[in-house]
């Protein structure tokens, strides 16, 4: 039977992942133009001061043992921050990041918060700059927001930019966890976008992390007819490979609701949601009235 390893409305979706041109691991590239792979360098000449250091804080994170992707970026204090489901499974040796210079980087520590959906990735050796986090993420509705990531199926090596604007606001909360504060947005949000840094105004200050997009809505008996077929065992038996290269067992009616699902997971609507950057500073340690970093 098929275990189902697609992580619904996140960054976790199983991809085939082609990093793309990669330095020497750890080895920090001098910003010179004859380092910068040519689409990047594209990207780099069609925007401004702010846009091209968002470009350069922004990371393709890879989970290799999951064979998942999604996005990243480097926090002025030093760590990496994505989303836990990015990572989920994968410890800190399983993990690696490809910056838009096609520089690969690795990592001696994950810290996750399950709850917030958070984590933070401390990279081997230390990377100086990254973005800074908003002092608040009070926004007015209609706001233009934007995000830079990397959205399932493409590899970099720049992130590509995603605008919308600010829809609302919900409380995030599962069973008796705490409350956490979610800014709901109207734009392009796809899997793989999930970590990437969400900007208000026009500098990259990150008010929120990119999370999840919501999904199209089946009919009840749409998804009990799912279920079943992915449920069902009996049938022809074919044999697959799964994403950690072994033999997977399964019959028709089980990749029929694999499929199914992972269409509605690339189906693009256009409301997405981003954890607000209170939940942000906490989770790193920050004094947030002042916005002091803890060094990693």
């Known amino acids: 039977m098929i275990t189902r390893q697609i992580i619904v409305a996140s960054a976790g979706i199983i991809a085939s992942v082609a990093a793309g041109p990669a330095f020497a691991q750890g080895q920090r590239q001098p910003d010179q133009k004859q380092n910068v792979p040519i689409a990047t360098q594209w990207v780099l000449d069609a925007v401004g ?3 091209r250091a968002a470009v350069k804080s922004v990371y393709m994170i890879v989970c290799q043992k999951a064979s998942a992707k999604g996005s990243g970026f480097l926090v002025d204090n030093g760590f990496l921050v994505t989303n836990e489901h990015v990572v989920h499974g994968c410890a800190a040796g399983d993990l690696y990041a490809t910056s838009s210079y096609g520089e690969r980087i690795i990592f001696s520590s994950l810290k996750i918060d399950s709850v917030r959906d958070l984590a933070a990735l401390s990279p081997i050796p230390p990377i100086t700059g990254g973005l800074a986090l908003a002092r608040t993420s009070t926004i007015d509705i ?11 199926g493409y590899n970099g090596p720049a992130p590509l930019l995603s605008v919308g604007y600010l829809s609302g606001f919900r409380a995030n909360q599962s069973g008796e966890a705490k409350v956490v504060k979610h800014l709901v947005v109207n734009a392009a949000f796809n899997s793989g976008n999930s970590g990437g840094p969400l900007f208000a105004k026009a500098d990259n200050e990150v008010v929120a992390v990119v999370v999840s997009k919501a999904l199209p809505v089946f009919t009840p008996f749409v998804q009990s007819a799912i279920q079943a077929f992915a449920n069902n065992e009996t049938g022809v038996s074919f044999t697959g490979t799964g994403a950690d290269g072994k033999p997977v067992e399964f019959v028709e009616s089980q990749i ?11 189906a693009q609507v256009m409301i997405g949601e981003a954890i607000a950057v209170e939940e942000v500073a906490t989770f790193l340690g920050y004094k947030y009235s002042t916005v002091q970093p803890k060094k990693p």
Request: net charge neutral; glycine share 12%.
């Open 49 to 51: 001061p702010t846009g």
């Open 142 to 152: 209609g706001s233009i927001v934007r995000t830079w990531g990397y959205p399932l």
């Open 256 to 266: 029929v609701a694999e499929v199914v699902n992972s269409l509605r997971d690339m």
